[in-house]
């Protein structure tokens, strides 16, 4: 059975750090993990992908210098560490894969190909 879990959610000041994980189990090797958020109201939109292939990440412009993704292969996870958090970036965030060959420069236009998600955790960034 494959399964993406998400842990890691919580509440944070503005300004303070979180760190996602995502644990992938029960399929073999996928192409990518990508990060997926959605805010109440909003559409959900695509955060931060890592290809597994060769480790090359991309973010989206919203959280570039301030979200690192990562990924540890023996432990079959891949975190998303958030700094410097605004109100803004208060959402549900997802870890989806897929083994579909994308050009995952435009991760965050292809969502509907990541197969495998994952339930979903809760960040909200207030005061």
């Known amino acids: 059975q494959v399964m993406l879990v998400e842990s890691g959610g919580g509440l944070v000041q503005p300004g303070g750090s979180l760190r996602l994980s995502c644990a992938a189990s029960g399929f073999g090797d996928y192409y990518a993990i990508g990060w997926f958020r959605q805010a109440s109201g909003k559409e959900r939109e695509g955060v931060a992908c890592?290809?597994?292939?060769?480790?090359?990440?991309y973010y989206a412009d919203s959280v570039k210098g301030r979200f690192t993704v990562s990924r540890d292969s023996a432990k079959n996870t891949v975190y998303l560490q958030m700094n410097t958090l605004k109100p803004e970036d208060t959402a549900v965030y997802y870890c989806?894969?897929?083994?579909?060959?994308?050009?995952?420069?435009?991760?965050?236009?292809?969502?509907?190909?990541?197969?495998?998600w994952g339930q979903g955790t809760q960040v909200t960034v207030s005061s």
């Open positions: 989806a894969a897929t083994n579909r060959l994308l050009d995952l420069r435009f991760f965050s236009d292809y969502e509907r190909f990541f197969d495998f």
């Open positions: 890592i290809s597994t292939t060769d480790g090359t990440t």
